[in-house]
């Protein structure tokens, strides 16, 4: 490694421009405008700091050489700030409930109510017809008491907020039993025993991992417990011998023993679904009528709305959840009251079908193999397209591409080992590795992610919402073309 000479350093870093030539550059003026001066002033001094730094990057270039580098480094980084990092992508991976792509898409009334709360002001917390405070959660109360028979409910920023909240106001400084099977870590560090003592409830675990009686929980109870808890097992499974108390006998212990009887449902599912395996997940209703003192459940996930949780049972349990201190802290905006008022008014009026996660599980197998076949047809006649123009591009045209049946699943824990019959598109490129035409598809705009299989990159029709199919096929074309796809 060739070391330079203090002049000689000092000779290259002269060649750099000057914060002022910078800051006056018409293209740095127009990134001020949409950034602000005191960030693009920052970019600045860092493209300046990076280049002193690498004196042998400098070697040899003359002035307007290294201003235009500088200039280079400058406005590579600020473009990409000017550009929201949150963007919508095409959900080509056939997961519907997709915890890194958003979870649940929102029916298109939904999201117009949420666009309508966001616009303006509302009657959030103010009655018109008393002129007098009102209380947020009202708008989706009488909703979700309709649909499950509750007696009483609220709503939180998400399912983990409702489970915490309620141990916090029914069971701190008390005892909460659960069964040993059921302390399970739901994802990204939610894990059933820390959400107990961070509640301030102290946890009995009783039974085995894979059976625990009614008996178990019966012989724990003593004076100092408070309640019971039953966790859905979410992505958890056991297989074999296995026995766990019916949520029945727990309601029943628990009104014998004058103490609440919680189940965390995890996934909140108001409506029977069509699929053979999801004939014993059980609706809220179910697990209300059972006799469940709380249930919490989430809105995001089988209920197809926004992200937000629910407690829904006994009124003077629900009332003194809403009393507890953290219940403003996990309140939940505008937004999303709206747009889960409007997805819980499907509900009611017999039009959960047309919720998007429900269509999507249920959707016709028939009718997604008509799609994949569809697509397949469009890419083919892209690639041939391409391939006759693009000769001198090395065959990256040349790539079988065929309809192929897929697995699909449901997602964000529900249903975590049984998957839905599907059909998508798979793509063998000639001229680039799967990963490389995966990498591209996701640099399209919108990025489109799909999943691979082998040396195949498989786009899975299941949940491609309208338009999707079109954008696919564009992003295809100017990849071809060895263009960006932005539009």
Not at 96 to 105: E, K, Q, V, Y
Not at 157 to 170: I, K
Not at 301 to 309: A, F, R, T, V, Y
Not at 384 to 408: F, K, Y
């Amino acid at each position: 490694m060739v070391q330079c000479t203090m002049a000689e350093t000092n000779e290259l870093l002269r060649a750099l421009p000057s914060m002022d030539e910078l800051s006056r550059a018409p293209w740095a003026q127009d990134f001020s405008a949409l950034l602000g001066w005191d960030f693009v002033k920052k970019a600045l001094a860092r493209a300046l700091d990076e280049a002193r730094a690498d004196a042998a990057l400098l070697a040899g270039l003359g002035r307007a050489e290294a201003s235009a580098l500088v200039e280079a480094r400058s406005r590579d980084f600020l473009s990409r700030k000017t550009s929201s990092s949150f963007s919508p992508v095409i959900n080509a991976t056939g997961v519907i409930i997709h915890t890194n792509l958003g979870r649940a898409p929102l029916a298109p009334e939904a999201a117009r109510a949420a666009e309508a709360a966001a616009r303006g002001y509302g009657s959030l917390e103010y009655s018109p017809e008393t002129g007098a405070r009102s209380r947020r959660d009202l708008h989706v109360e009488w909703l979700i008491c309709h649909l499950t028979g509750a007696e009483a409910a609220l709503v939180v920023n998400n399912n983990a907020a409702a489970v915490l909240l309620a141990l916090s106001a029914l069971a701190a400084g008390r005892e909460a039993i659960v069964s040993n099977g059921e302390l399970v870590e739901i994802g990204d560090g939610f894990r059933v025993p820390d959400i107990l003592a961070f509640s301030g409830a102290r946890m009995v675990a009783v039974g085995c991992t894979n059976s625990t009686r009614a008996s178990d929980y019966e012989r724990a109870i003593g004076e100092n417990t408070a309640a019971l808890l039953k966790v859905h097992p979410s992505n958890f499974r056991v297989e074999g011998f296995g026995a766990s108390a019916s949520r029945e006998e727990l309601a029943k212990i628990a009104a014998s023993r004058g103490i609440a009887f919680i189940e965390d449902l995890g996934s909140g599912l108001l409506c029977p679904l069509g699929q053979s395996f999801a004939r014993d997940e059980p609706l809220v209703s179910d697990c209300v009528k059972a006799g469940a003192s709380v249930v919490t459940f989430s809105g995001d996930k089988l209920l197809g709305g926004p992200q937000i949780g629910v407690a829904a049972g006994a009124k003077a349990l629900i009332e003194k959840m809403r009393r507890h201190q953290l219940a403003r802290a996990l309140r939940v905006d505008k937004m999303t009251l709206a747009a889960f008022e409007a997805t819980l008014r499907m509900y009611a009026a017999g039009r959960s079908g047309e919720i998007p996660v429900i269509a999507m599980i249920e959707a016709d197998p028939n009718e997604l193999k008509k799609k994949a076949a569809n697509l397949c047809r469009a890419l083919r006649k892209i690639a041939r397209e391409a391939s006759g123009a693009l000769p001198p591009r090395g065959g990256i045209a040349e790539m079988e591409i065929e309809t192929v049946e897929t697995q699909d699943a449901i997602g964000g824990g529900a249903f975590a080992t049984d998957r839905l019959s599907g059909f998508g598109v798979a793509i063998r490129p000639a001229a680039m590795s799967a990963e490389n035409l995966a990498r591209a598809f996701r640099a399209a705009r919108p990025p489109v992610i799909p999943t691979i299989r082998g040396e195949r990159v498989i786009l899975h029709m299941r949940a491609l919402l309208d338009g999707d199919a079109r954008e696919i096929a564009r992003a295809f074309a100017l990849m071809l073309r060895g263009e960006s796809g932005a539009k």
